[in-house]
């Protein structure tokens, strides 16, 4: 690895890492901030899905502005933006100001994630690429999994203010490691915005999700539960029909006639679903029934973000050499059946007994699985279209893991008791394996496409 492959690998590593550590850092703070700025369950939840929904809904946008002004200068705005609007946050005076900063902060996240993986795709190629996509892949999926750990050392032991205002300090690093970077990345003048298809997007993704979170305060019944809906699902229909008609898509459909891209994105929906849900549900848990502090709750699923960034960036290197098929196989199956191993959980929670077993198993699954599911799906399209091809991938996983959460109020009911997390850990399971299945049956090894591609070259002729 060169100097430059090692500068550009750790601002991709930093710029994402904040991004995805905000969209879970916040769940332990969600006590404090109600006790200080006040607020009931739907605020707090707000706190949360105003970032998730701007950030899942924006980054097929900020993947389109990539291909279009260059992936540094995206990085550079994403970055001073997510700095602001974390001061913001840090500073909100009320429960609104925070709700309306968190939407903002989502936007400039929104401007990180697909860029910073695009700077790899071009400093790196294959094995090299493969592993260096691992090294990316084990700290962003780690963010997701420490944001427990960081949220809760700093509401119990400082402000919950904190856990926004220290976003600055690597900002503020990776601002300056990016002005050494001399790759500046091709642009397209020639591509337009979509951005009446963003729009649909935003209303596609956050009406259903809004309905979702809000209906066991109205019911179904409720026009402020079904009309949202209503509205969200013909958003989203016309955001299909904008992307499969416009001359230049944010989400162009034709990438989906690549098999391991369509395949590979599909289990992401289950699998990242299964991995957001999976991160609330241990931590609430813990602290709501097991009556943990924030900062135990958090460490309880260090052992996940650890065997991450022990073992991600060896399964990406092996990917690169054997091919993703079988990591994405049998990893997220290995994943699934941890939380199965967690159902033996009850209200005195012995953690060594009950829930570290099924803890490793989904973290040895998890590293098995993450490198080689980006890897094929960003391998399978051209380095051009590495952009919006990781904005794609990004934005299902974001989506996937907002409806999972919304949906928690159906799946549990009213609160995580040892009945709701055991219906929880067997939803997650399901997601895990059934994306396993998926991944089996229809991922290509790299000879295979070849070989495919080949036939039907001779077919054609």
């Keep these: 690895m060169t100097s430059q492959q090692r500068l550009v690998l750790s601002v991709a590593i930093l710029a994402s890492f904040v991004a995805f550590l905000d969209g879970s850092v916040v769940n332990v703070a969600l006590p404090a901030i109600s006790s200080e700025l006040g607020g009931g369950l739907s605020t707090q939840q707000w706190v949360v899905d105003a970032y998730l929904i701007t950030l899942g809904a924006l980054i097929l946008v900020a993947g389109s502005l990539s291909d279009v ?11 001073w933006g997510f700095g602001l609007t974390s001061l913001l946050c840090a500073l909100a005076p009320n429960v609104e100001v925070l709700i309306v900063s968190r939407g903002l902060q989502g936007i400039a996240g929104a401007l990180l994630v697909p860029s910073s993986l695009a700077i790899i795709m071009s400093a790196f190629r294959g094995a ?26 700093f509401v119990d032991m400082v402000s919950w203010r904190l856990v926004f205002a220290i976003n600055l300090i690597p900002i503020a690093v990776t601002i300056f490691l990016l002005a050494k970077i001399e790759q500046k990345g091709e642009r397209d003048h020639g591509t337009r915005i979509d951005f009446a298809g963003a729009v649909l997007a935003i209303v596609g993704v956050g009406a259903p999700v809004f309905a979702l979170i809000e209906q066991g305060n109205y019911g179904w019944a409720s026009p402020v539960i079904w009309l949202p809906m209503a509205i969200g699902v013909l958003a989203f229909a016309g955001f299909l029909w904008r992307q499969a008609t416009a001359a230049q898509p944010m989400m162009p459909l034709n990438l989906f006639r690549v098999r391991n891209f369509a395949v590979g994105n599909l289990a992401t929906l289950f699998i990242y679903g299964a991995l957001a849900m999976s991160g609330f549900i241990v931590v609430v848990f813990l602290q709501q029934t097991g009556g943990w502090p924030a900062i135990l709750a958090g460490i309880a699923v260090l052992p996940v973000t650890i065997i991450l960034m022990l073992l991600s960036s060896v399964f990406g290197g092996l990917s690169g050499k054997y091919g993703p098929r079988l990591f ?5 199956i290995i994943a699934g059946l941890g939380h199965l191993l967690m ?3 009850t209200a005195d929670v012995n ?3 009950q829930l570290l077993p099924g803890i490793l198993l989904f973290g040895l699954g998890l590293s098995i699985t993450v490198a080689p599911l980006t890897a094929a799906i960003l391998g399978s399209i051209s380095e051009k279209q590495s952009g919006i091809g990781s904005a794609i991938n990004n934005a299902i996983a974001r989506v996937a893991g907002l409806v999972a959460v919304a949906m928690l109020g159906i ?6 008791d040892v009945d709701g997390v055991h219906r929880a850990l067997i939803v997650c399971a399901a997601l895990l394996i059934v994306g396993g299945v998926i991944s089996a049956i229809g991922i290509q090894n790299p000879a295979n496409i070849a070989q495919e591609s080949t036939e039907n070259a001779a077919v054609d002729q």
Excluded: D
């Design 351 to 353: 953690y060594w007994w």
């Design 69 to 79: 002004y260059g992936r540094v200068v995206v990085i550079r705005v994403g970055l």
């Design 328 to 332: 994405m196989s049998v990893g997220p």
């Design 128 to 153: 090299a690429q493969a592993k260096a996509i691992g090294s990316w892949t084990a700290w962003t999926s780690a963010a997701f999994i420490a944001g427990p750990v960081v949220g809760g050392l």
């Design 411 to 416: 799946i549990v009911v009213e609160r995580l």
């Design 343 to 345: 159902l033996s959980v």
